[in-house]
């Protein structure tokens, strides 16, 4: 053992050779051997350094050639909008508590909604050889999404891409909206604002869709005045009511189709001395922490956000283990939750 | 190419054995080896399904080889307490944002400041092989600190592990504790109640330490009374804001060591008809969307979380590719963002 080009064995698997060991510690290829010959001429600490190297890439080297022999790197993909929503963060949060015990672990990409970073998202999640993916898309090229279900097991939560054979876990979206809007008329409400996101996936469509079903079977006329598009923040909604308030457009409801346009609204309508909800309601959705902790509470629709996590997790491990998914669309049921705004 | 133990090549690297790819596709190893061959006999979707799983498994084989020759999987490990927490989702946010670029993806582990899960993560970073780690650890053990330090790079951001040569990312937090307390004592609170997390980590230390000097430079006495720890969230802290209202203790300031903890208190202040700032003002930590958004909204210190991570990831990456490191402990400063709570 004195050569650069030799090689060592570790724990009977891939080689490491003299050459690697003597550039990571920074030391000859003469004094690695020296150190694994046990040779003297040497001080302690370059002989730990060696054989602390020598351990950790045995360890790294057999880790990944036994990724090699299973076909398996044990790790999914999470491609999601927003990490800093709590929504999405709660979903994840149920993913990663889901496979960890199973022993996967979650390899996560932030899209911010941008197509061109989940692009390249996609192709990363491929190079690392994930086993399986979970996906909120903002993609609107189903060519490309149809692309990545060929190649490993995909499902989709959150969003649904409408697309033959694929997997999804969703929220009725549809009876949310309906409900909200419902409550809005119930107590009263005669013009209801609806607040959307500016993307349309399938979670608004559902809930536009539902808003409309609402003022119809309660025979209110639909005005398209008062339907607002925005990116997802608060500010985008303060700045949208306060907008249609100066415009002096009539409304007494606002159906905010996030919790988070919804405080937006609130801010509108305290900038502008309305009161709520004897002037104007408000219904949001998704019920996250905000939603309950704000002042006045908000009346929500609460998504299950653990199940989605959960099934949405059930479904790709099933997939990975190429068990048969008899259900491939998993609608789960939303709840209205009561609070001060209405 | 007819046996079950043959392998093909694929792309210049590891060979598969027909056996795999037979087993994979649910198919005999002669009708496998017939497509392979163009061997007539087989059906379309046959042979579609065999060319995909060589592609597929192909793909997979030569990134999980490529990861055995440079011993780089280009992923890195953060742990991290509660990714459902704006204040860490922002951090993680900024880590991914500057590790993607780079070519390295993040795998995220949520501890729930549970130490058990903490220890199992730590195995399963290993396990995963990934190149480096970002923890923010809640484990109370340094033995087992300093373990993961000798077998990967690791920055630690947020808290701090006090240990000789760790490099480590945080907040000035016993400037922020200080310029909290200033904040309401300059106000004219003289009883100021400090709400601080159960787990005594280094920035609850900093925080209290900041805290204390205030009132001692003030000239105002500590009174322990007015210390009271728990849980992070904002029920824990109504439930002990009202205990002390019940118990009849008088204050008329509140330094709350995060915005959750500050939401809490202003939700017992208000269901006692306490009004903020006029009767009690009240200050909070981190500057998360609520402390904007709440009402009235809140008081706080802001924590430079972008930066945070953004130093943090390029810490660790300098440490993966062997460059030296200058300062191993880097101190962000805050600032107080003055609101309606004082």
Redesign the interface.
């Known amino acids: 053992l004195t050569g650069a080009t030799e090689k060592i064995k570790i724990k009977g698997t ?1 080689s490491i050779s003299i050459k ?1 060991i003597a550039q ?1 510690c920074g030391v000859s290829t003469a004094t690695v051997s020296r150190v694994l010959n046990d040779n003297g001429r040497f001080s302690n600490e370059t002989k730990n350094k060696v054989l ?1 190297t020598v351990e ?2 045995g ?3 057999n ?3 036994k ?2 022999r299973t ?1 398996k ?3 999914i ?1 999470i491609i999601v909008p927003d ?2 929503n ?1 929504y999405f ?2 979903i ?2 149920a993913i ?2 889901f496979f ?1 015990p199973q ?1 996967y ?6 899209t911010n909604e941008d197509q061109g970073k989940e692009d ?2 996609l192709k ?6 994930v086993d399986g993916l979970i996906y909120f898309f903002c993609m609107e090229d189903r060519g490309q999404i149809d692309a990545i279900r ?3 097991p995909v499902v989709f939560v959150d969003r649904n891409p409408n697309r033959k054979g694929a997997v999804v876990v969703e929220s009725d979206n549809y009876t949310g909206g309906f409900l909200a809007t419902e409550e809005l008329i119930k107590s009263g409400c005669r013009n209801i604002v609806i607040l959307r996101h500016i993307l349309t996936n399938s979670t608004i469509v559902g809930r536009y869709k539902g808003y409309r079903d609402a003022l119809n079977k309660y025979g209110i006329p639909f005005n398209p005045d008062l339907v607002l598009d925005m990116y997802v923040n ?1 500010n985008a909604s303060k700045e949208a009511i306060c907008r249609l308030i100066e415009c002096g457009i009539a409304f007494d409801g606002v159906f905010a189709c996030t919790d988070w346009l919804a ?1 937006g609204a ?2 509108a309508l ?1 900038k502008h001395n309305i009161k709520v909800p004897q002037q104007v309601k408000v219904v949001g959705f998704d019920n996250v ?2 939603s309950e ?3 006045p509470s908000i009346t929500t629709i609460n998504q299950d956000k653990t199940r989605l996590g959960e099934i949405a997790a059930q479904l790709l491990l099933d997939m990975i283990d190429g068990n048969s998914i008899d259900e491939k669309n998993i609608i789960l049921p939303v709840e209205l939750i009561k609070r001060e705004t209405t």
């Open positions: 891939k690697e990571i602390q950790k890439l360890y790294k080297t880790n990944i050639a990724s090699l076909k790197t044990r790790s993909g990490i800093t709590e963060a709660n994840i949060l990663q508590n960890f022993g672990s979650v390899l996560v990409y932030n390249l998202y990363d999640l491929e190079a690392k050889c060929k190649k490993i608060a405080v609130l801010m305290r922490s905000i902790y704000s002042s």
